[in-house]
T-cell receptor, first 112, second 112 residues
Framework: DGGITQSPKYLFRKEGQNVTLSCEQN?????MYWYRQDPGQGLRLIYY???????QKGDIAEGYSVSREKKESFPLTVTSAQKNPTAFYLC???????????FGQGTRLTVV | QKEVEQNSGPLSVPEGAIASLNCTYS??????FFWYRQYSGKSPELIMS????GDKEDGRFTAQLNKASQYVSLLIRDSQPSDSATYLC????????????FGTGTKLQVIP
């Protein structure tokens, strides 16, 4: 089955902790994305990557970090510098040259 | 910052009617446009993509694009209660990077 897998589905973070959200795809897509969605809000781009070992900041990158060491994987770390991390995090991927993006099932992060 | 704007709604239509969802975008060089449907608590799923001016039909859905007016719309014919969801407009920005920007979404309610 081809698709995008995000894990975990639910994640709880204590104040001051770093947490890493996993995103894996087996669609052979070059581009991968991380979005954040707050209740009743649209999707805001955190980071995106066009190819391995290359990534760019999106509109709200502060307090987040990513890596792209493999084509299939694009993990997102929410650092303690992110002051309001409670949100729904969505990973997506797309092929090259203007093709559609497909989403994983999302990770719901809550600060406790 | 390049913008994608949608009326947040809610847009209420009776079952069987046509629902019309609209989106405007600021990046005049954009060439690729997408409509996603998002049910509450779930990740977005792709409904339609459109790349050329004019209409594109897929079942009960029709996407319309007018690049001169920087306007894209989605029509849903014979609306069903199961169509009740938030519809997100997305635009692939020009400039060489695979950066997709989303609107905040329009909430559609189909009344039985």
């Amino acid at each position: 089955d081809g698709g995008i897998t995000q894990s975990p589905k639910y994640l709880f973070r204590k104040e001051g902790q770093n947490v890493t959200l996993s995103c894996e795809q087996n669609l052979n897509h070059d581009a991968m994305y991380w979005y954040r969605q707050d209740p009743g809000q649209g999707l805001r781009l955190i980071y995106y990557s066009q190819i391995v070992n290359d990534f760019q900041k999106g509109d709200i990158a502060e307090g987040y970090s990513v890596s792209r060491e493999k084509k299939e994987s694009f993990p997102l770390t929410v650092t303690s510098a992110q002051k309001n991390p409670t949100a729904f995090y969505l990973c997506a991927s797309s092929g090259r040259l203007n093709t559609e993006a497909f989403f994983g099932q999302g990770t719901r992060l809550t600060v406790v | 910052q390049k913008e994608v704007e949608q009326n947040s709604g809610p847009l209420s239509v009776p079952e069987g009617a046509i629902a019309s969802l609209n989106c405007t975008y600021s990046d005049r060089g954009s060439q690729s446009f997408f409509w996603y449907r998002q049910y509450s608590g779930k990740s977005p799923e792709l409904i339609m993509s459109i790349y050329s001016n004019g209409d594109k039909e897929d079942g009960r859905f029709t996407a319309q694009l007018n690049k001169a007016s920087q306007y894209v719309s989605l029509l849903i014919r014979d609306s069903q209660p199961s169509d009740s969801a938030t519809y997100l407009c997305a635009v692939l920005e020009s400039g060489g990077y695979q950066k997709v920007t989303f609107g905040t979404g329009t909430k559609l309610q189909v009344i039985p």
